[in-house]
């Protein structure tokens, strides 16, 4: 059974306790990296607390909406983040599906919402469905027209389900023995994302014929929707969120150029430009947002 391993019970002084983070059975653990579940149902919001900001993420995800909806808010020019004032897009669909996101993302609900969304390594999901990641890329989409029947018997499955526990124990059970017929022969245990990008590299190398860099590269863009070198950077990004946060945690005064070395950037304006890209926002920025403002929700769910 899935296990809660964060809950923004532990917020910081202000905001609202409504994110949780939930960890597949260990069968699964390649297949899924994470659910998310939101609820704000019960709480009293500003107007701006409704935001929710999302890094870009090289995972594929399915949602579903139990209590209100959400919005997508669309930035008015490229390379700026979506705010209130934003032009509005409703979801495309009851369930959503969506690929590897490049971007940064900002949605917007209106009343008390509860919802979940299931994160699936690109790479699983494409060997469970046939969906291939790279035709998904940048797109949020109607679940219905593009997942097999028997995914959409399961999504309606987990709609009626009475708690978030029992919904993640029907999500897993559909799961479990689908990918226990289709994972690779030698899954990677943890899924890190520097981690995951090596172990793909390496099924490329051994999975087929031709082993040009061009052949190797389409291999990886076709399981998991990006290049690798894209992976690679988004593992660094990763380490030095997590290493930002072992120093906070530890009383610490964080120092990106510290958090820039180890990770393995070139140097702290690089690190500066690819959390930009990701997040939207300079490093400082971000974790201003992330003690300070409910929109950034998401983040703090992974300290």
């Given at each position: 059974?899935?296990?809660?391993?964060?809950?923004?019970?532990?917020?910081?002084?202000?905001?609202?306790?409504?994110?949780?983070?939930?960890?597949?059975?260990?069968?699964?653990?390649?297949?899924?990296?994470?659910?998310?579940?939101?609820?704000?149902?019960?709480h009293?919001?500003?107007?701006?607390?409704?935001?929710?900001?999302?890094?870009?993420?090289?995972?594929?995800?399915?949602?579903?909406?139990?209590?209100?909806?959400?919005?997508?808010?669309?930035?008015?020019?490229?390379?700026?983040?979506?705010?209130l004032?934003?032009?509005?897009?409703?979801?495309?669909?009851?369930?959503?599906?969506?690929?590897?996101?490049?971007?940064?993302?900002?949605?917007?609900?209106?009343?008390?919402?509860?919802?979940?969304?299931?994160?699936?390594?690109?790479?699983?999901?494409?060997?469970?469905?046939?969906?291939?990641?790279?035709?998904?890329?940048?797109?949020?989409?109607?679940?219905?027209?593009?997942?097999?029947?028997?995914?959409?018997?399961?999504?309606?499955?987990?709609?009626?389900?009475?708690?978030?526990?029992?919904?993640?124990?029907?999500?897993?059970?559909?799961?479990?023995?689908?990918?226990?017929?289709?994972?690779?022969?030698?899954?990677?245990?943890?899924?890190?994302?520097v981690?995951?990008?090596?172990?793909?590299?390496?099924?490329?190398?051994?999975?087929?014929?031709?082993?040009?860099?061009?052949?190797?590269?389409?291999?990886?863009?076709?399981?998991?929707?990006?290049p690798?070198?894209?992976?690679?950077?988004f593992?660094?990004?990763?380490?030095?969120?997590?290493d930002?946060i072992?120093?906070?945690?530890?009383?610490?005064?964080v120092?990106?150029?510290?958090?820039?070395?180890?990770?393995?950037?070139?140097?702290?304006?690089?690190?500066?430009?690819?959390?930009?890209?990701?997040?939207?926002?300079?490093?400082?920025?971000?974790?201003?947002?992330?003690?300070?403002?409910?929109?950034?929700?998401?983040?703090?769910?992974?300290?």
């Open positions: 059974m899935a296990t809660l391993v964060s809950s923004s019970a532990r917020q910081p002084d202000g905001l609202i306790p409504s994110g949780q983070l939930w960890l597949a059975r260990p069968a699964l653990s390649a297949c899924v990296r994470g659910t998310i579940v939101r609820s704000t149902v019960g009293v919001l500003r107007n701006e607390d409704r935001i929710n900001r999302f890094p870009a993420a090289p995972l594929c995800s399915l949602s579903w909406w139990f209590t209100g909806r959400s919005e997508t808010l669309v930035p008015e020019r490229p390379g700026t983040m979506a705010g004032n934003s032009p509005r897009e409703p979801m495309p669909g009851r369930w959503v599906l969506a690929g590897p996101q490049t971007r940064p993302t900002t949605s917007y609900c209106a009343e008390p919402t509860h919802a979940m969304m299931v994160m699936f390594m690109p790479d699983a999901l494409y060997q469970l469905t046939g969906l291939e990641p790279q035709a998904l890329t940048d797109r949020v989409v109607d679940a219905q027209t593009l997942l097999p029947s028997d995914w959409i018997a399961m999504c309606a499955a987990v709609q009626c389900q009475a708690d978030d526990a029992a919904r993640l124990e029907c999500l897993e059970d559909f799961l479990e023995p689908r990918w226990q017929i289709c994972r690779p022969a030698q899954p990677l245990p943890t899924q890190r994302y981690d995951w990008a090596a172990h793909l590299a390496q099924r490329a190398v051994l999975s087929a014929p031709g082993r040009s860099l061009r052949q190797l590269e389409r291999r990886i863009k076709r399981w998991a929707g990006l690798l070198r894209e992976l690679r950077g593992g660094k990004a990763e380490q030095a969120f997590f930002a072992a120093a906070d945690t530890a009383g610490k005064s120092k990106w150029a510290d958090v820039a070395n180890g990770a393995g950037f070139s140097d702290q304006s690089h690190l500066c430009r690819v959390t930009r890209r990701i997040t939207g926002y300079a490093p400082q920025a971000l974790y201003h947002g992330i003690h300070r403002e409910e929109a950034f929700w998401v983040y703090r769910i992974w300290e």
